[in-house]
């Protein structure tokens, strides 16, 4: 069966530090990868999509990039934490249009 | 353009209550599908249903049941004899006949008071 692993799970940084949020998936193949923030308003912000190795859909400019150097790893990165990056980061996986399933999320906090 | 909208924010019913939570889409594809994803306190989103275009039955599993009218552009979910577990925010989400892009609702907040 497949999987989704994402961590870590909590992230307390000071403001202008880097940041490096890893997600794996197992149990399956070339699979569309998902970079989601929700924010204190609970909606879901798509940050980046990326269909294939160094492939990578950045949705919304920001301070924030995307890597996925593996075929189920996918990265998501800052050089310079602002602020307004605060908020619960979210990997997902999708394939073949089932639907997504989402990992168990990181809740950043910039201070 | 794609569009999902969940107009209820918050939503608070006593438990064993019925409740419906709406959500209405907007798109010009022919082929598309629907989504519920529940988001308990724990952060983590749950898949609960997908619905292609096509397919216009209503579907019902245990307590929950949705109702697809592409006549109205909707795809209401209710919870029958809500219990406190329930309580969780929920998220109605659109993608078009890829998959490959989802758009999501903004939310509805349930709480399910005992």
């Known amino acids: 069966s497949q999987t989704i692993h994402q961590w870590p799970a909590t992230l307390v940084q000071p403001v202008g530090s880097p940041l490096s949020l890893e997600c794996t998936v197992e149990?399956?193949?070339?699979?569309?990868l998902y970079w989601y923030r929700q924010a204190a308003g609970r909606g879901l912000q798509l940050l980046f999509y990326?269909?294939?190795?160094?492939?990578i859909s950045s949705e919304v400019p920001q301070n924030l990039s995307a890597s996925r150097p593996q075929d189920r790893q996918f990265i998501l990165s800052s050089k310079k934490l602002l602020l307004s990056d605060s908020g619960f980061y979210l990997c997902?996986?999708?394939?073949?249009?089932?639907?997504?399933?989402f990992g168990s999320g990181t809740r950043l906090t910039v201070v | 353009a794609q569009k999902v909208t969940q107009a209820q924010t918050e939503i608070s019913v006593v438990e064993k209550e019925d409740v419906t939570l709406d959500c209405v889409y907007e798109t010009r594809d022919t082929t598309y599908y629907l989504f519920w994803y529940k988001q308990p306190p724990s952060g983590e989103l749950v898949f609960l249903i997908r619905r292609n275009s096509f397919d216009e039955q209503n579907e019902i599993s245990g307590r929950y049941s949705w109702n697809f009218q592409k006549s109205t552009s909707s795809f209401n979910f209710t919870i029958t004899a809500s219990q406190v577990v329930d309580s969780a925010v929920y998220f109605c989400a659109l993608s078009d006949s890829t998959g490959n892009q989802f758009y999501f609702g903004t939310g509805t907040s349930l709480t399910v008071i005992p």
């Open positions: 149990g399956t193949s070339n699979p569309n």
């Open positions: 990326s269909v294939g190795i160094g492939q």
């Open positions: 997902a996986w999708a394939r073949d249009r089932v639907g997504y399933t």
